[in-house]
C-alpha cells in the first residue's frame, strides 16, 4: 500500500529480496568479488549510520538487485507499529565497463534520476559520504 512522501508498507522488515517493481531494467549483476566487498561496506554502514538503541524505531538497510544497489531507512507505521514502512534513500549502480559506481536520487513518483553534482566513482565510501553529507537536501530531507 502506498503511503505518500515515498513510503510503503511492509509487513515485515528484511535485508533480503528484492520485490518492488523497478522501471529501470538492471544489467548484468555486480562480479562476485564487488558483490561481496558491497555487502560488507553497506552492512558496516547501516549498521552505524542508526545507534543500537533506536533500532525499535528506525532502521537502515540495502537491497541488491543485478548492478543496482538501494539504500533503504524503515520505520514503524503510526497506526500499527507492527508494520514497517520503507523509504528509498538512494540508488547506486555498478558499470562494469568502467568499474565505477553512479549516484541516483528518487523524486516523488520513486523515479530514479542521476544525481547530477555528483560524478561517478570507484568507490562507493565516496557515494555514501555524499548522501550523508546532502548538500541538496535530496536524500534525507
Known sequence: MYLGFGMRLQ????????SDKETEETEMPLPSLVKQLIEKKLEKYCQQKIPAEL?????MS????????????????????????????????YSQDDNTWS??????????HFYDPFH???DID???AEVDRDPTGIFWG
Open 55 to 59: 533500532h525499535d524505531k528506525i532502521r
Open 11 to 18: 509487513k515485515r522488515f528484511s535485508v533480503g529480496g528484492f
Open 103 to 112: 549516484l541516483y536520487c528518487a523524486d516523488r513518483n520513486e523515479k530514479w
Open 126 to 128: 565516496d557515494l555514501l
Open 120 to 122: 561517478p566513482s570507484r
Open 62 to 93: 540495502y537491497r541488491i538487485r543485478g548492478n543496482t544497489v538501494t539504500l533503504i531507512e524503515s520505520r514503524p507505521y503510526f497506526r500499527d507499529p507492527s508494520i514497517w514502512t520503507e523509504l528509498k534513500v538512494a540508488q547506486f549502480r
